[in-house]
Each structure stands twice: as C-alpha cells, then as structure tokens.
C-alpha cells in the first residue's frame, strides 16, 4: 500500500465517496456547517471535475454499471436521485420513500433499491415501474451486489451478512468486533471494513470465495479517524475526519 494522491477540501470533510471503475475519478460527499456539495475529482491530474449542491448528506453514494451515472439514496419520498457522473446534472429520481442502496442492470434500464424497513424492489430506471418486491431483513448498512449479482453483501450491526438477491434468504453471516464502515469492491469480490484494532482503526480486507465463504486478505493499520472508504485501479481511498482523501 503507498500514498498516491490525497486532496485536501478546505470546505469541508468527506462524508461520502465513490470511485470510477476504470477511470482516475473520485466522486466525494463535502459536508459543512452549511451545504452539502457532491464533487468529481480527477484525482491523477487534481483537478475538480464539478461540484453540485446536493441539498442534504445522502444515505448512500454509489455509481451506475455503465459508470455514466451517480445514485444518490435520500432520507425523503424522492428517494433516489441519478446525476450525470461528467457534469454532476440531475437526470431522475425514484418515488416511494427512503433509499439507502441501488444498483443498476448492466444497461442502465433496470434498478434495484434497497429500503431501511427490508424491501428490496426492482424497478425499471425509465418509467419507475415496479417490477418485483423483496422482503429483507430491516436496517442493513452499507449493502453492496457480489460481482455476479446474485448475492448482496452489507452488515447489521457487527456482522457482515450475506443474502441471495433472487430469493432474499440469508446465506452467510460474519462477526467483526469493532466494525464501523464497510463497502464491498464489486469487480474483485472483495470486502473493506475499518474496525477497531488494538491500536486503533485498522483496515481490514475480505475475500468472498467460490463457496461462499468469507476470508481475511489484508488488515492495515490506519492513521487517522476515518470517515468515509472507497476504492478503484487497484487503489483503496481514506476519507478522513481531518479534510484529507489519502490513496
């Protein structure tokens, strides 16, 4: 692991982040006393791409499976909103309540949204309709789809669990002591935590294997509090608490 960029945001602190698949992208959440802004940072050349006023601090960020858009989870009955990922626009929104995690199909047509009282909906991204519902269990964090889109990955609590997405059936179930924030690299199925050490947060790394199984790769200490994680060209991204983004 080694430092290969870091921004400082003078404005504010990073309070959600979001990489580009295969591009030098960044996309934060700067929250401050006032605002909240969403910005595109290309983090190989440093320069700000956009920043866009978002209203509120989402529940969730993440990025579309063409990486043309950004998904923004939102504590009100629009709940969804999808950006452009070059111009940070607005493009759409999703009626029907509180988001805190969706997905794309490989084309962009279809959504899948995740709601914290356990319904899991899939829905067609042009006309809202709703296409099938899904009874989960209520309050998972940090979800996430395996890289052959047939499990989802999040936590409740202290444990990382593992559900089958078609049937909504709880298939693995892992303790972590100390797990504060966890988000899952979809292309390399691979699972990043930071959770307390004995020394202070450590990043933690886990495999998600053939069987099902999960498996620890790599645990680093980190120095700081983060605050947000990410990940992208086999690079992992630190939001910390003091303004700084390190890779």
Known sequence: ??????????????????????????????KNDSQVN???WDWRRDITLFSVNIVEQPLYIGIS???????????????????????????????????????????????????????LTYRSRATDEVQRVLGLPSELKDLALSSNRRYLIGRVGQSIVLLDAVTGVEVERRRVNGLKIMKTWLEANRILIVADGQYGPELQVFSLDADRSLS???????????????FGEESVFLGLSDGTIPV
């Open 65 to 119: 499976r063409t990486a043309e858009r950004l998904l923004l989870g939102r504590p009100f009955y629009d709940g969804l909103w999808i950006l452009d990922a070059v111009t940070g626009n607005w493009q759409s929104d999703t009626r029907g309540g509180i988001v805190t995690f969706a997905a794309t199909s490989t084309d962009d047509q279809n959504l899948l949204t995740y709601q914290p009282s356990g319904v």
């Open 1 to 30: 692991r080694k430092l290969v960029a870091a921004k400082s945001l003078d404005d504010g602190n990073a309070a959600g982040l979001v990489l580009h698949p295969s591009l030098p992208r960044a996309y934060v959440v700067v």
């Open 38 to 40: 969403l910005v595109g």
């Open 216 to 230: 620890v790769v790599l645990t680093q200490r980190i120095l700081g509090t983060p605050t947000a994680i990410g």
